[in-house]
């Protein structure tokens, strides 16, 4: 079983900047890739943002230019820098974290943090 704890959230302008946080516990050897997701009212949860334990990154089309992903794996977190927001980033945004073996796929969640960007 893996933790997720997310932080970082907040109020701020469209142009301005904020950086999330996640903080993995448990059984943290089991993750083979980490996530940001995020999810708007009425909307899906769409990826943000991914990166593997090798440090490979993928970013939605939205997010491209402007956000960056990246993992501290001695301190077991990984943070979302997002620049330039923009009111349709408003969302919560979730911590995601994923184990691949033969046939399965293990994903656990953060509860999530609060991104409000106001125009």
């Known amino acids: 079983q893996v933790q997720l704890v997310e932080s970082g959230g907040g109020l701020v302008q469209a142009g301005g900047s904020l950086r999330l946080s996640c903080a993995a516990s448990?059984?943290?050897?089991?993750?083979?890739?980490m996530a940001w997701y995020r999810q708007a009212p009425g909307k899906q949860r769409e990826l943000v943002a991914a990166i593997t334990s090798g440090g490979s990154t993928n970013y939605a089309d939205s997010a491209k230019g402007r956000f960056t992903i990246s993992r501290d794996n001695a301190k077991n977190t990984v943070a979302l820098q997002m620049n330039s927001l923009k009111p349709e980033d408003t969302a919560v945004y979730y911590c995601?974290?994923?184990?691949?073996?033969?046939?399965?796929?293990?994903?656990?969640w953060g509860q999530g943090t609060q991104v409000t960007v106001s125009s």
């Open positions: 995601n974290s994923r184990n691949v073996v033969v046939g399965l796929t293990y994903d656990s």
């Open positions: 448990g059984s943290i050897f089991k993750i083979n890739a």
